[in-house]
């Protein structure tokens, strides 16, 4: 797979995470299932993100046509 487009599904992949996330978040959140501490767009939401989008990066690029 090209770097291009490895490295734009990993963005794409990372957006749809954090927009999951921050949805999760705020249900719990709502339903009072977390504490009040826990905020939305925090290192709870990007760090996971980060993590799927680099793995998801890694193994598109790592993977040559021989």
């Not at 680099?54 to 021989?66: E, F, H, I, K, S």
């Amino acid at each position: 797979m090209p770097d291009f487009v490895a490295a734009l599904a990993a963005a794409i992949l990372f957006c749809v995470v954090v927009l999951l996330l921050n949805a999760l978040t705020r249900l719990t959140l709502g339903l009072h299932l977390a504490p009040a501490d826990l905020a939305e767009n925090g290192l709870a939401q990007f760090v996971p993100a980060l993590v799927v989008s680099v793995l998801v990066w890694r193994r598109a690029v790592g993977r040559r046509p021989v």
